[in-house]
């Protein structure tokens, strides 16, 4: 009887034992399934939005140039592993919202330099020092990853040389001429986007000259 008992007992044992293994296996079998098909979604995303390349030197060569914003008044110039990025000021190159708002004598075009840290082919991404990652759509245009999605299309156009103030009817503006209400918003967002920018820049040159400190 007391045989019985432990026979009875060591079964019940094996018995949990095997099904706790069954457990583990199915746990493992889960996340492997998963990790497998966000790798294929992965993978399949990639090729299909995106240009990738057989070597780093070919996505180099093919990505020199000049990249024009949706409106024009931004710009991305790739040269070697330079990266140029240029937020024009809109009275020096739009006539009509120059009439119409004023020509602004005293700004500047806003100008970031950055550099290329890898040219990741495989996944069509040109990762920068700071600007963040510029993707590679189907269409060989750029994307930054990190500002809505932003598209810079590439052009073998240059950008148009600025106004002269001096050919305007009215280069002060209408007197109480006041923007749309998607107009302010563009211009905010832009705003917002330049001073996001200076902040990484600075925040990535602080971290150049820590790294040089003896």
Do not use: C
């Not at 148009?160 to 007197?175: C, H, R, V």
């Amino acid at each position: 009887m007391d045989q019985d008992r432990r026979d009875a007992a060591a079964w019940a044992q094996e018995w949990r034992i095997r099904r706790k293994n069954r457990r583990i296996l199915y746990i493992i079998g889960g996340i492997l399934i998963a990790a497998l098909i966000a790798y294929v979604i992965s993978f399949v995303t990639i090729h299909s939005e995106r240009t990738t390349y057989s070597s780093a030197d070919e996505m180099k060569a093919a990505l020199q140039g000049r990249y024009a914003g949706e409106d024009d008044f931004e710009d991305i110039v790739i040269d070697g592993d330079q990266v140029i990025l240029t937020y024009y000021v809109f009275s020096h190159y739009d006539r009509e919202y120059a009439e119409l708002f004023g020509y602004e004598y005293d700004a500047e075009d806003t100008v970031f330099t950055d550099r290329v840290v890898e040219w990741d082919h495989r996944h069509g991404v040109i990762k920068t020092e700071w600007m963040g990652n510029l993707i590679v759509d189907k269409n060989g245009n750029l994307r930054r990853e990190d500002f809505r999605g932003w598209v810079f299309y590439k052009t073998d156009i240059p950008h148009a040389e600025p106004i002269d103030p001096e050919t305007l009817i009215n280069p002060y503006g209408e007197e109480g001429a006041v923007m749309t209400p998607e107009e302010e918003e563009a211009v905010e967002e832009r705003e917002d986007s330049i001073e996001t920018d200076e902040e990484a820049q600075e925040e990535a040159e602080a971290t150049d000259e820590n790294d040089v400190q003896p």
